[in-house]
């Protein structure tokens, strides 16, 4: 049951990037660069506020293990729906290489946690 629901969350996630894409590239089919940019800006920019909500509620709890389960109960309570494991996990590895966090990994298990100059 559960992996249906996740299943179900990632078609809708990608239901969405296909959507994008057909409008980027009706766009670009009538060569309206303008509405290319801005399509690509708000994705950009919807990406960029997603990883700022994420980073703040981990800095909320700075001591708790940062694995994408977490990351997409924290992004739903901060309004982002659908978010997939996926998306959240691709965040935390963004996150971490942009300094925010540190990488983690014993065995199988991969966890983050903020860097001492984000606590």
């Keep these: 049951m559960r992996a249906l629901a996740v299943r179900q969350r990632e078609d809708v996630e990608l239901v969405a990037l296909r959507t994008l894409l057909a409008d980027i590239a009706t766009a ?29 509620s981990v800095l909320v709890n700075p001591k708790v293990r940062w694995k ?40 199988s298990v991969v966890w983050y946690e903020p860097t001492a100059g984000d606590r």
């Design 28 to 56: 670009a089919r009538w060569g309206d660069v303008a509405e290319v940019r801005r399509l690509l800006g708000q994705h950009a920019g919807n990406t960029h506020a997603r990883r700022g909500a994420l980073l703040a």
């Design 68 to 107: 994408s389960g977490r990351a997409v109960t924290a992004l739903r309570r901060a309004g982002y729906h659908p978010v997939s494991i996926r998306t959240a996990a691709g965040d935390l590895v963004a996150l971490s290489q942009a300094g925010h966090l540190i990488r983690h990994q014993d065995k």
